[in-house]
């Protein structure tokens, strides 16, 4: 979605902000722009729509575009079609303000009608443009730019985050932010600071970092920030340091980032497990939890929740929370729960999945939980976001930057972290005996190499890739721990090569899905060695039957299957309760290798963002 950077200090702005816009462009976006103050009373805008690419062409004909302050913004429409006008920064009518926005003002059309009576003129048809109007107006009444920005983030509604500058405020930039409309990272320098709505922008400038919470605001020169609400009371924040590695924001040697993300998955899992498992003492700790004994043994049921794979993730650690720790556990879209008039039990524990941490729907679902004193923690793949300020207790899910859109080596970051989770509660409430625990962990050792086994699969994936990247609609089945998978698997296909493709448990397949079936529908079947491997089968059988195409995911030990399918692609045997950690790496491969037949953008895919942070 919408990406925010801002830059105040000694340096030539533009050097930083083009740079940081580009560590952005992983986040999606479909238009960009810069706005620079320079110090002569004057904002220079530049605009384009399309790639950073584009930006970049342009600027070099504006030579002139030196100034020490400035910010930039990639753009993902909500309101208000792909075009220059609607890119961001905007400007007021006496081109003296210049603002950048994440979120939508849901209130902006009233808002707009009364700044049009009072003879504001509108180049745009984007929400944000009432934003720079609103403060000129509020500027009529008070001389300080702080006050007019807060009085104007008073009056809107939604979820927002803002930069401004202003030629009356000379290597200032003022931040505020209202709801959840993704973050507001301010990083501190020597004598310059950073401002950016995600942590790759800046952490090749600085890791000494302070998060904006809602309601709040920062007014930030070269030396020093304050932090203000929006009453005008000074705020007191936390610096956080980030351990982050900038090299992990390189595609390295790999074509795109998502295949460079899915061949670090075995490495990143056994980031999951540092500090978690104890592979001599047969030990899976959790110092991280923020549950005592008898807390855990007090709950009686978890809900997780997540959107995209974060819910597939969420999907398969019901499955694990039931069967390994014995706790009844549900699952929900982080977008109905949201809504739902839910009866919040006693005793509840809410496990929220956010690689991101800035998911809009996944955050009020949480501030919902929090609201009706529910327990809760969050997943998620980095620090400081607003998920961690709302649940209190972060459990990192240690995948390292994930740049791909496509969700990816977070994705079984999480499924294994949920997986550590589920024995670590079983071992607390007694369900698991000293020789499930041992042979759980002994699987677990497994665990890396099994993955770089599984991904020695591409050869035949890239094989089976052209033989079906023609087919305009594909079903995934799968059952069990795999129905999530099989779910996955489509959307990845879906996200990556804008192919139809739908996951469903097999055994609905009956009930629907099987009356689109035919020789133009290929099904993908999920089949590791596990006990639905019989029911599996009658499932491909009986699509095989309607003429479709069929593929195989299923593990090598499985002879009876290539007399059923078309295609198999041949995995390596491994422990049951493991297998969904496993089978995400063919499926990720041939939704890759059939989007790079098909032409498609693979690490940022048409419409969709990496972290959605509008409703
Ligand atoms: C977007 C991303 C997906 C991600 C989903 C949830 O749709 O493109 O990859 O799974 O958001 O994001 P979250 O950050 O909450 O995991």
Redesign the pocket.
Known sequence: MCGIVGYTGPRNALDILVPSLERLEYR?YDSAGISIDDGNDSIHIVRTTGKLSALKKKLESHTYLEGYSGIGHTRWATHGKVTLENAHPHQDCQKAISVAHNGIVENYSSLKKILQDQGHKFLSMTDTEIIPHLIEEELKHTKSLEKAVARTVSKLEGGNSIVVISTANKGTIIAARQGHSGGIAIGSGDNEMFVASDLPAIIPHTKTIQHLDAGEMAIISPTNVLYKDMKGNLLSKPYTEISFNVQGTDKGTFDHFMLKEIYEQPKAISQTFKNRVSFDKKQINFPDFPLTFKEINAVKKIVLI??????HAAMVGKTWLEQVAGIPAEWDH?SEFRYRESVFQEGTLLIS???????AD?LAAMLRAKENQINQVVL?NYPGTQAERIAEKLLPIEAGPEIG???TK??TCSLSTLYLLSIFLGVNRGKLDQMKISSLIDDLVLLPELMTKYLSTDDQIREIADKYQKYPNFLFLGRGLNYPLAMEGALKLK?LSYIHAEGYPAGEMKHGPISLIDNSMPVVGIIPSDSLRDKMLSSLSESKARGAKVLAIASENETLVREIVDDVIWIPDAPSELSPILTALPLQLLAYHIALLRGCDIDQPRN?????TVE
């Open positions: 999606g997540g959107m995209g794979s974060s819910l982080s999945l956010t690689q991101s941490g800035e998911t996944t998620s859109v496509a969700a977070t994705f996200e969709l963002a990496k972290s959605v």
